[in-house]
């Protein structure tokens, strides 16, 4: 069974900092990527971020130069270092694999293993 779990969410002022984790089971890299996304309440969820299975990571331009993804296939884990976060980053943060598709790509519905969420919350 495959299961995610995002930790590392909480509540920062704008201009602050936070590291997100995604601790995967279960999942054997057998997709083309995983990512993350991001839902704001009364918003419609988006992508923020992807790495490929080599590594290569591509943002959504509204987090670009501020948010970074990384990996950890040996400790089954995925990150996303949120920095210079602003207030209009307040979301739910979710981290996804991607198997749907034969590459990576930016659509929700390509993406078939999700976590529950962890929430970040920037005040100005």
């Known amino acids: 069974q495959v299961r995610f779990v995002e930790s590392g969410g909480g509540s920062v002022q704008s201009g602050g900092s936070l590291r997100l984790s995604c601790a995967t089971s279960?999942?054997?890299?057998?997709?083309?990527?995983m990512g993350w996304f991001r839902q704001a309440p009364g918003q419609e969820r988006e992508w923020v971020g992807s790495?490929?299975?080599?590594?290569?990571?591509t943002y959504a331009e509204s987090v670009k130069g501020r948010f970074t993804i990384s990996q950890d296939k040996a400790k089954n884990s995925m990150y996303l270092q949120l920095n210079s976060l602003k207030p209009k980053d307040t979301a739910m943060y979710y981290c996804?694999?991607?198997?749907?598709?034969?590459?990576?790509?930016?659509?929700?519905?390509?993406?078939?293993?999700w976590g529950q969420g962890t929430q970040v919350t920037v005040s100005s």
């Open positions: 996804a694999a991607a198997t749907g598709a034969p590459i990576c790509t930016v659509l929700e519905v390509d993406y078939d293993y």
């Open positions: 279960g999942y054997t890299y057998s997709g083309p990527c």
């Open positions: 790495v490929a299975n080599d590594g290569m990571t």
